[in-house]
């Protein structure tokens, strides 16, 4: 019924820039919150920023001052702009969204992408 659908990652040397997007799909009423989060091998997947409907976000101290996300609320399609990009920002990066699907009642749930690899090289 819901499908979001990550692209943009790739290689990249450290210092550069990429641009992930995240496109919901599919019988939604309404999205809610909009997140990205990594995880690198080993680790334990962790959040990177978050935004409201309204458009307020928030980062992980990691990123902060580097990435910034946004989303366009009529596309239901969320962006990362990542920016001096380091190795330990090497991860697949997952998104996810708090949304309403029709025709499921009132409550929203957290759907997941299925990843993109994000890769940054010396």
């Known amino acids: 019924q819901v499908q979001l659908v990550e692209s943009g990652g790739g290689l990249v040397q450290a210092g550069g820039s990429l641009r992930l997007s995240c496109a919901a799909s599919?019988?939604?009423?309404?999205?809610?919150?909009m997140a990205w989060y990594r995880q690198a091998p080993g680790n334990q997947r962790e959040l990177v920023a978050t935004?409201?409907?309204?458009?307020?976000?928030n980062y992980a101290d990691s990123v902060k001052g580097r990435f910034t996300i946004s989303r366009d609320n009529a596309k239901n399609t969320a962006y990362l702009q990542m920016n001096s990009l380091k190795l330990e920002d090497t991860a697949v990066y997952y998104c996810n969204a708090h949304l309403i699907v029709l025709g499921t009642g009132p409550l929203p749930k957290y759907y997941w992408g299925q990843g993109t690899q994000v890769t940054v090289s010396s």
């Open positions: 599919g019988s939604i009423f309404r999205v809610n919150d």
């Open positions: 935004i409201t409907s309204s458009g307020i976000s």
